[in-house]
């Protein structure tokens, strides 16, 4: 079952933010290996994730239909008016209700999996081309505009070295 945390995104600590990327670059730096890195990784994610706190509240039935649908159409256009009506609700009370529960609007949400799902495809080998048709971006320059855009890096520097 889907949880999430009631008070939505929040600060992370400075410090403990520091020291986790401390220890990531300095593994990065003595040339740890992918594992070691991902061990790492995921402990850095975990940690921060527990900052938080812990989940408290079960997702609106409603938000995680609407969750599942989105996931399941990611390879075509996803319209929120679609989606409100297949969870029966209106498009502006479905916005307001997604934002609530999960802390992050509708069309951020959908950008964020696309990304997800062609970020995923060019780690496991894909060019960006197939990539970005992966997550549903129209080309490699979509994608990669999209990605500078949101993470302040190119989506080819991911797999260099």
């Known amino acids: 079952q889907r949880r999430h945390r009631a008070e939505g995104i929040g600060m992370l600590p400075a410090q403990m933010l520091a020291a986790q990327t401390a220890a990531l670059a300095a593994a990065f730096a003595a040339r740890a290996s992918d594992a070691e890195l991902i061990a790492l990784a995921r402990a850095a994610i975990t940690a921060l994730c527990d900052e938080q706190g812990p ?40 916005r ?28 496991a080998g894909n060019s960006l081309t197939d990539a970005a048709h992966a997550g549903g971006f129209a080309d490699s320059a979509h994608l990669s505009r999209t990605f500078k855009k949101m993470f302040g890096i190119t ?5 260099a070295e």
């Open 55 to 94: 989940a408290t509240a079960t997702l609106d039935a409603r938000i995680a239909r609407a969750v599942e649908k989105v996931r399941g159409q990611l390879d075509r256009a996803v319209q929120l008016r679609d989606i409100a009506a297949a969870v029966h609700l209106s498009p502006e009370r479905f």
């Open 96 to 123: 307001h209700l997604f934002l609530a529960e999960t802390g992050v609007r509708f069309r951020a949400y959908v950008l964020w999996l696309r990304l997800e799902l062609s970020l995923a495809a060019y780690v």
């Open 155 to 159: 989506a080819a520097s991911v797999l």
